[in-house]
C-alpha cells in the first residue's frame, strides 16, 4: 500500500514540477520579450551573438545542405526515371527542401551546433557565478546575456535554413545535371514554374523562424535554469538538443498541416 | 559600535523550504570600517551577504543600507543601490570572454556615458591600484588564482563603492596572494572611504585587517568584538574557532548513537 501511494506521490510531484516547469519558460520567454528592445538598440551585442550562432555555424550548415542535395539527386532520379520523369528532378529537389527538409534539417544542425553552446555558455556563466556577479553590478542579465543571445538564434536560423536550401539545390542540380546528364533547362524551368514563392518559399522561411524560436527559447532557459555543476550544465546541454529536436518534428507537423491544408 | 553605520540588520530571519538559515540576526556595520563575519562552512555567511545586496529576501527582520530598507525596494531601487556596491566573489566570477580590461571597464561602460579614453584612464588607475596594470590585455583563463582575485577587486572597486563586499575573499590563495589580497582589502577601503564587510574562514588574515568581526554558529551570532577583544575572550566557541581546535563546542563527531553499542553490534552480525 505505501509503495503504491510512493510511487502515485512521486509520479504527481513529477507531473507537477514539470507543469512547474513550464510555466517559469513561459515567464521566462515574456521577460526576454520584455527586454527586447534593449538588445535592438546595442546593436553590437545582437551582431556578436549572429556571429556565434549563425555565422560560425555556416560550415556546418552548407556542407550537410550540399549532401543532402546529392542525396536528393541521386534518390529523387533514380525514382523519377522509373515513370520517365526525371526532368522533374529539379521539381522534387527544390520543394523537398524549401517545404520540409530545408527548415527541418537546418533546425537540427542548428540545435546541435549553436542551441547546445548557448546552453553551455549561460549554464557555465551560471556555474562560475558571472550571471550572479553581473546582477550585482545592476546589469539584467536577462537583458545583457539571454535576450541578445535569444535574438541572435532567432535571426540566424531562417538565414541558415535558405542557404541549406540554396547548397541543397545546387547538390541536386550537381548530381542530376552535370554527373547524370538531366536536362539543365528543364531542370532549372520546371523548378521555377513549379515552386510558388508564397505556398512553398514563404512557408518555408515561416517555419524556419518558427524553428529559430523555439531551438533559441529552449537553449537560452535550459542554460538559465541549469542546475549550476559540471554535471548539471551537462544535463542541460542534452535536454537542449533532445527537446529542441522533439519540438522542431512536433512543430513541423503542426505547421504542415495547417500550411499545407489543401494536400 | 558607533552610531553612525551604513548598514543596519535587525532581528534577521531567513528560512530555504522551511528550513531555517538565519535566526535573529543583528549587526551593525560603521562607515569606513571593515568587519568581517566568521564562522564555520554552512553557518549562513554568504546568505547574509546576499541578504544585503537584496539577492534574497528575509522572512523576517529587516536588513538598511545607508538608510533605505534593502528587503523593501523595487527592481529599479535596488539596482540603483547596487551601483553603489561592489562585490569580491569567491572566485572572482570574471567574464572569461573578454580580457582584463573589458572586465573593469564592463561596470563604467554599462552604467556611464564616459568617453572611451577617460574609461581607459579610469581603468588602468584601478588596475594600477591592484598592480595589474601591466595584465591588462590577457584573458581571464590567463591569471593565476591571486591575479583573477585582484582583477575582480578592481572590477567591484570600478565607479568608487561605498559599500565593498567580499565573499571568502582568501580561499584557494597562496600565502603571498593571500597577503597582498589582505592588505589590498584594507588599503583600497581606508582610500576609497568606504565601509567593507568580509565573509571568511581565515583567522589569521582577517585578524591582521579588520576592525571588527561577528562570529557565527548555525545561522545565529555567537559572539563579536575586535580582534584583541576576540583574542582575549575566554568564550569556548571564539576559543575553539581561533586557535583550529578539532573538538570544542563545536563537536568534532557528526551525532551518533554509543560507540561501544555500535561496535558490540557489529560484532554479533559478524
Redesign the interface.
Known amino acids: 500500500m505505501d509503495s503504491l501511494r510512493n510511487l502515485l506521490v512521486g509520479l504527481g510531484s513529477r507531473v507537477t514540477d514539470r507543469i512547474w516547469r513550464l510555466g517559469f519558460a513561459a515567464r521566462f520567454f515574456a521577460a526576454i520579450l520584455g527586454y527586447s528592445a534593449q538588445t535592438f538598440l546595442r546593436p553590437q551585442l545582437l551582431l556578436r551573438e549572429i556571429w556565434f550562432s549563425g555565422v560560425l555555424s555556416l560550415i556546418i550548415i552548407l556542407v550537410s545542405g550540399l549532401f543532402v542535395g546529392l542525396v536528393l539527386g541521386l534518390q529523387g532520379y533514380e525514382t523519377l526515371q522509373r515513370y520517365g520523369s526525371s526532368e522533374a528532378l529539379g521539381i522534387l529537389v527544390a520543394l523537398s527542401l524549401v517545404r520540409e527538409l530545408g527548415p527541418v534539417v537546418a533546425g537540427l544542425l542548428f540545435a546541435s551546433r549553436a542551441g547546445s553552446a548557448v546552453t553551455a555558455e549561460i549554464g557555465l556563466m551560471k556555474a562560475t557565478e558571472q550571471l550572479k556577479a553581473m546582477d550585482m553590478m545592476a546589469v539584467n542579465p536577462l537583458a545583457r546575456v539571454v535576450a541578445p543571445r535569444f535574438w541572435g538564434g532567432v535571426i540566424s536560423m531562417p538565414l541558415l535554413a535558405a542557404l541549406f536550401s540554396m547548397m541543397g539545390v545546387f547538390g541536386g542540380y550537381l548530381i542530376g545535371v552535370v554527373f547524370i546528364g538531366v536536362d539543365e533547362g528543364a531542370f532549372w524551368s520546371q523548378m521555377q514554374a513549379s515552386v510558388d514563392f508564397r505556398e512553398d518559399v514563404l512557408n518555408g522561411v515561416i517555419k524556419s523562424f518558427v524553428f529559430g524560436v523555439a531551438v533559441s527559447l529552449i537553449a537560452v532557459f535550459e542554460g538559465y535554469d541549469s542546475v549550476p555543476t559540471a554535471e548539471g550544465v551537462s544535463r542541460a546541454i542534452t535536454r537542449t538538443v533532445v527537446t529542441s529536436a522533439l519540438a522542431i518534428l512536433a512543430l513541423d507537423f503542426v505547421l504542415t498541416s495547417f500550411m499545407f491544408r489543401s494536400l | 559600535m558607533p552610531a553612525d553605520c551604513l548598514v543596519k540588520i535587525r532581528d534577521l530571519n531567513f528560512s530555504y523550504d522551511n528550513r531555517p538559515i538565519l535566526n535573529g540576526i543583528n549587526m551593525d556595520f560603521p562607515r569606513g570600517k571593515v568587519v568581517a563575519i566568521m564562522g564555520g562552512s554552512g553557518c549562513g555567511k554568504t546568505t547574509l551577504l546576499r541578504l544585503i ?1 537584496g ?1 534574497l529576501r528575509p522572512t523576517g527582520g529587516s536588513v538598511e543600507v545607508n538608510g533605505q530598507a534593502v528587503h523593501r525596494m523595487g527592481h529599479a531601487e ?3 543601490m ?2 553603489r ?1 561592489g ?1 569580491l ?3 572572482g ?5 573578454i580580457s582584463v580590461f573589458d572586465n573593469v571597464a ?2 563604467i561602460r ?2 556611464t556615458d564616459l568617453p572611451e579614453e577617460l574609461v581607459r584612464d579610469l581603468v588602468m588607475m584601478k588596475l594600477n591600484a591592484v598592480g595589474l596594470r601591466g595584465a591588462h590585455k590577457l584573458m581571464p583563463n590567463e591569471l593565476s588564482g591571486g591575479m583573477a582575485r585582484r582583477v575582480a577587486l578592481a572590477r567591484a572597486i570600478a565607479l568608487d563603492p561605498m559599500l565593498m563586499m567580499y565573499d571568502e575573499p582568501f580561499t584557494g590563495l597562496d600565502p603571498l596572494s593571500l597577503g597582498v589580497i589582505g592588505q589590498l582589502i584594507r588599503k583600497l577601503n581606508d582610500a576609497l572611504g568606504a565601509t567593507s564587510i568580509m565573509v571568511t574562514h581565515d583567522i589569521q588574515e582577517s585578524m591582521l585587517i579588520v576592525d571588527y568581526i561577528y562570529f557565527m554558529s548555525e545561522g545565529r551570532v555567537v559572539a563579536e568584538g575586535t580582534p584583541d577583544e576576540l583574542r582575549a575572550t575566554k568564550d569556548p566557541f571564539v576559543h575553539q574557532f581561533l586557535y583550529a581546535e578539532a573538538d570544542g563546542p563545536v563537536p568534532f563527531h557528526y551525532p551518533a548513537g554509543d560507540f561501544s553499542a555500535d561496535l558490540l553490534r557489529s560484532n554479533a552480525r559478524g
Open positions: 545586496g539577492q535596488l539596482y540603483a547596487r551601483r556596491m562585490m566573489f569567491q572566485f566570477a570574471l567574464f572569461t570572454d564592463f561596470q554599462e552604467h
